[in-house]
């Protein structure tokens, strides 16, 4: 909590207004006994209406005062709170936009998703909470046992006796509860994660019929969380019964004292009656302070994991400026590259090293799992190698500003996403000041402008969240427009052709080669015939480079590319051979 204690600072005021105003209105409540003892033995004992009349008034006036302070510490609690809770998830949120791949994949979007949202509205009423009570609660009970002292000595030292023994009882139930609370909302990201998978990959499920099977894993989970917090909830509810019970012996001994007090004639009825309201008045506040110490407990096991988020630093950090701009016609280059994945048990990418030259198509080929995807993301830099180097135009991109880097690749990943919104929107994207003209010479460059011209409004047409009415082949052609909207340097289509028809494909590839302007294109297909035409084609297998040349020097030399070949077009290779012979 001491991390989050920041974002409550531009609430200072709010903060340090909300405990005072309740601390008055703590201050009248102390003050009632004594006006109602005042009644009992002035007003009621010599039978002075004079006297009770005027108590009455005081004691409206109080009660009047009281809830205007009660009022007034709320409204500035509530805005300390929910502006803490709104900095707060915004910082939580930007942090998180600094992430590197590395991290996110580490973290995963599950327990994002509760710690931005869940966590962060716990730690809110944790705020909220303790701003009015945390300091009401021990203000009550403290200033009870000074006015005991104040009637009479005897008497409060039963106050004094019991007031310690119900702390340890509560502070020994929080220790107790804290980790069990932290374990919670860890069984909670498990659902959450769930219940994302299920939603996600509702068609999956369906297809294959594993509806009851998602079910039973769901309720398994679900009731693993729903055991946890029933068995931390028995223990909070430990709070009432044990303050009760100890109050209440309290109060059993504090009569008998009295009345011993009373006949010998050291104190009045009415100062009885004070007495016993104090010990009802601790009653009530100790009920109090049992609710909120289990909020603020489930605040501070949350307050702990959203402090976690922040306490983790990125692994990549970018340059303020733009790199001076580096000499020779090589656009990428990998010198040695070695790339290990966290956690992995062995590297995903060893001893690449190629060069591309400007204005060239590049394939990436290979079998599944051999690191292609993993090559191409570390040109825009989603993740460092752990050695060698990786250069955009002759610069390492380790020396790039994150907004050159940005402006200089396009990326177009395996899955297609979109956001909710208009095709205008999405597409701008890549360039948000692009007239609607560059859009619909990125459309028709991707072969999307029959698909947009068929929506009722066209660019206005509105996409569903992840562009669900949209079929897969008309998302990746837009995903492809929108890389190309900003007019990158180096095109990153990361086999995001896969859904289009061979006529499509064979269309969008053409169409991206006569550009206009010169970029670098880096082609990652499992179809030889999507990479054939590429100036040069790399081939990878198992994360090593096992060659790299032309088609047709490849299908002359490599063995790997030839049995990919084979697979494909089963028979022609040969079938060529025979053909040359004759």
Known sequence: MKKLIRYLKPYTKESIIAPLFKLLEVVFDLLVPLVVARMINLGVGNNDRGVL????????GMALLGLACSITAQLFAARASTGFAADLRQAVFDHIQRFSFTELDTLGADTMITRLTTDINQVQTGVNMGLRLLLRSPFVVFGALVMAFTINTKCALIFAAAIPVLLIVVFAIMLVSIPLFKKSQAALDRVTCLTRENLTGVRVIRAFCRERQSVEEFDESNQALTRLNEFVGRISALLNPLTYVLINIAAVFLIDRAAVQV????????DVVALNNYMLQIIVELIKLASLIIT??????CAGRVSAVLAQEPSMTYADQEAPQGSGENAVSFDHVTFTYQNAGAPSLTDISFQAKKGQTIG????TGS????LVSLIPRFYDPQEGTVCLNGVNVMDESRAALCGKVGVVQQRAVLFQGSIRDNLRWG???ASDSALWEALTAAQAKEVVEGKPGQLDFQLEQGGRNLSGGQKQRLSIARALVKKPEVLILDDSSSALDFATDAALRKSIRNLGYPVTTFLVSQRIACIQQADQILVL?????????THEALLKDCKLYQEIFDSQFPGERLAAKEAGKQ
């Not at 603020?296 to 096991?301: D, H, I, V």
């Not at 297998?541 to 040349?549: F, M, P, Q, T, Y």
């Open 53 to 60: 009349t005027h108590c009455f008034f005081i004691l409206i």
């Open 263 to 270: 006949n010998i004639g050291n104190i009045a009825q009415g």
């Open 296 to 301: 603020l407990t489930k605040s501070l096991a």
């Open 364 to 367: 990436i080929i290979g079998g």
């Open 371 to 374: 690191g292609k995807s993993t």
């Open 431 to 433: 360039n948000e000041n």
């Open 541 to 549: 297998d198992n994360g090593h480079l096992a060659d790299c040349g």
